[in-house]
């Protein structure tokens, strides 16, 4: 069994905007749209959760429900941060009792445009190595600084990687990895570092570039070009 979280619950601070940026339009439709879309119509996906600030859920059901978007069992509140939306959410299927070879796809709202061949190859890593993400490699420089700016080391470029979404794990190391956290305090930004934590392997899995997480203004017009582009490609921006 496949249960996607979909994490909708940020604000739009970097965004500039004072709405969650999930509603922000892409070429007439709302990014959430686009993402629910693209995993509902992904054929190996059973269930699909999203966690979303309170104030949102009405809105996120009606744009659910007015797109006939499939596979959405419910539409939880968010809590403070994303990982403990997600661990809410891990918690309460757990005790639904999820078959044995279960896995959770944890996927951030603005990653939109996930295909569905990159799903495959994250999915076929999950299972054989129990956890596994997307992203890509970093085509700039990075400086690791200390505490007053100053350049500490320089990594070799070759071996840093850009994290995205989706961040796939094998549903009873997820419960570890969570559980594990919520007891320590541990707060990570993404959810691959929490199985890291409890020396899981995950397993990195490149793709493109144009599943990138929806950020900046910026981002807005680039996510545009993407979609019409793909559109005139094959008419559906996901296969």
């Given at each position: 069994?496949n249960i996607v979280i979909i ?112 799903l495959d190859e994250c999915l ?116």
């Amino acid at each position: 069994m496949n249960i996607v979280i979909i994490c909708a619950g940020g604000n739009g601070e970097r965004m500039q905007t004072k709405e969650n940026k999930i509603f922000l339009k892409i070429n007439g439709k709302p990014i959430i749209y686009y993402t629910l879309k693209t995993l509902s119509e992904y054929e190996k996906i059973d269930s699909i959760i999203v966690t979303t600030g309170e104030e949102y859920v009405i809105r996120l059901k009606k744009i659910i429900s007015q797109n006939n978007i499939k596979k959405v069992s419910s539409v939880e509140n968010a809590y403070g941060t994303r990982q403990e939306s997600s661990y809410h959410v891990i918690e309460k299927l757990k005790n639904m009792n999820p078959p044995k070879e279960s896995f959770v796809i944890i996927h951030n709202a603005v990653n939109p445009f996930v295909r569905h061949s990159e799903l495959d190859e994250c999915l076929d890593a999950a299972h054989k190595y129990g956890a596994s993400l997307l992203g890509f490699q970093a085509s700039d420089t990075v400086k690791m600084i200390n505490d007053n700016y100053f350049i500490d080391y320089t990594p070799n470029r070759n071996v840093v990687w850009i994290a995205q979404t989706p961040q796939i794990i094998r549903f009873d190391i997820a419960v570890k990895a969570f559980e594990h956290a919520f007891k320590m305090g541990f707060i990570a930004t993404d959810d691959s570092t929490l199985v890291e934590a409890i020396h899981g392997k995950v397993k990195f899995v490149e793709c493109s570039r144009e599943n990138f997480k929806i950020t900046y203004p910026q981002d807005m017009e680039l996510a545009k070009q993407i979609h019409l582009r793909r559109m005139k490609e094959k008419n559906i921006w996901f296969a």
